[in-house]
Structures are given as C-alpha cells and as structure tokens.
C-alpha cells in the first residue's frame, strides 16, 4: 500500500507482508466446494478460486490494469494538465503529456484536499517549476461556482493565480464511453491511454470503481473518483488516435495493385468518373 503520509504518518510497509496461496495449497479442501466455485461468474470464480483481486462483479474499468507502464519523457517536453477540484473531497492534478503517436501518458498525479484554489495554483506552478517542465494548458472542471454567475468562481480564481483551466462540458456517460475506448487495445495491443506507474493514486483507485445499480453505464456516487473524472475531462478535450490498419502490399501483377491504382481518394469506384478514356 502507499497511504497518504500525512493521513499515515506511522505507517511503516515492511510491517507488513502478504502471502498468496492458492486452493492448491490446502490439501484438505472439499472436491465439493471446488465444484461450487466452477458454478459462480466468471468474476466470482476468478476471485475464490484462483485468487484475482484485479476483477470483481459490478467493476466500472476492467481494463484499468493494462495501461501501467513507465515512459522517460525529455524535460523540454510541454506538459498539459487535469484537474478535479475539491477542498473537503480530495482533489487531483494531473500532468500529461500528448506522444507522438496519439496516445496519452499520465506521468505525475497531485492530491490535494482542504486547499483553497488559490494555494492549489500556486503549489501547482512549484512542482511544475521545480520539474522544470513547461504546463501549456489544464482541462477539468472545478464543480464549484457560483449559482446566479456573480462573483469570482473557482476556476476564474485558478486563472489570476496563473493556472487557467479550460472547462470541459459533457454528458458524464458520453465521458466514460468515450474513456473506454481510449482503454481499447490498439494495433500493438497497448491501449491509447498510458499511466505512470508512480501514480498510485490513479492506478489504485479507477480499478476500484463501482458501476451504479440503477444506471451501469454511470459510476456509483460517494466513491474515490476525482482522477476518473479528471482524466474523463482531459480526455474529452483531445481527439483520439485513429488506429488505421495497416496497408496491405500487393505484387506488381497482383489485381490488388490494380485496385490500389484505380480506386484512389476523391474519386468514385462506379460511374463514368471511374472511366479511363
């Protein structure tokens, strides 16, 4: 585990150790409770049978846990950022930065709570500077506003701090949608999504999600959601990487090839515009 130290302050991991053992293990196990667990989903089943604590009924994410991977990104690199604000609920701010190839890499997470915006700004631009890193712009939503539009409201307190956040607007379940199919295998079978593994926070609370009983496509309220949210945003602010097959090459002499010349962009395969003369 990596608890928050300040909430932990005495937490000491090499106290702790976990042992797995597998059915195999206990050389007294019933045959007839081994053919009940054959009998569960395959979610329940995957945990008390062969101990899967990844996938669990009722999981929001159940590819979260393939996008873990570790990138060296040069530091002149510019970052983007995401933000889920909160000052009782926790808070988060992400930096980002968009690969060359389309996908997206989560590289560090902030967590913050009982912070006033303007102390979130300015401790922002110190990890920003202190990291050397250049943040171009933030996406999120601050979620607290005034109600009748008079008044300075969080986000326009960011900005005279110097963190401009551009609010980013949508149906919550369009948002998931759309973050499920950053989540989808690409042509490598690496998802358009990729999350440093120092970002714990991120890493361990998306795979915990719950979807909402009364609507799966939404998650359950009252949960560790500020990073889904704020990726959700980020992500619905950036167009995804358009996975295009590959081309398939054909022989000089190949009707392939033939077709490759006849049929080229803009022009129509039936009709006399397709006719050579």
């Known amino acids: 585990k990596n608890p928050d130290p300040s909430e932990f302050p005495s937490y000491d991991p090499s106290q702790y150790h976990f042992i797995g053992v597998r059915m195999e293990d206990n050389p007294y196990t019933d045959p007839r409770y081994v053919n009940n667990l054959a009998t569960l989903g395959k979610e329940r089943r995957d945990m008390y049978r062969f101990g899967n604590r990844d996938t669990f009924p009722g999981q929001f994410f159940k590819r979260f846990?393939?996008?873990?991977?570790?990138?060296?990104?040069?530091i002149e690199v510019p970052r983007i950022g995401a933000i889920r604000f909160g000052y009782n609920r926790p808070g988060v701010f992400l930096w980002c930065v968009?690969?060359?190839?389309?996908?997206?890499?989560?590289?560090?997470?902030?967590?913050?709570?009982?912070?006033?915006?303007?102390?979130?700004?300015?401790?922002?631009?110190a990890h920003t500077a202190t990291l050397g890193w250049q943040l171009t712009i933030a996406y999120g939503t601050c979620d607290i506003q005034d109600g009748d539009g008079l008044g300075e409201d969080t986000q326009e307190t960011l900005a005279k701090f110097e963190l401009p956040v551009e609010a980013v607007k949508h149906d919550p379940v369009n948002g998931w949608m759309h973050m499920r199919h950053w989540l989808r295998p690409m042509e490598d079978d690496l998802p358009a999504l990729v999350v440093n593994l120092d970002c714990v926070h991120t890493l361990k609370t998306i795979p915990q999600l719950l979807e909402d009983p009364e609507n799966p496509d939404n998650i359950l309220k009252g949960q560790a959601d500020e990073c889904a949210i704020a990726i959700r945003h980020l992500l619905m602010a950036r167009p995804h990487p358009m996975d295009f097959p590959k081309e398939e090459e054909y022989p000089d002499d190949a009707v392939g090839r033939l077709k490759d010349e006849l049929v080229t962009p803009g022009r129509y395969v039936l009709g006399t515009h397709n006719v050579h003369r």
């Open 98 to 125: 968009p690969l060359p190839d389309g996908r997206l890499y989560i590289e560090k997470e902030l967590t913050f709570s009982e912070m006033a915006p303007a102390d979130v700004a300015i401790l922002v631009r």
């Open 65 to 74: 846990q393939m996008v873990a991977r570790q990138i060296n990104v040069p």
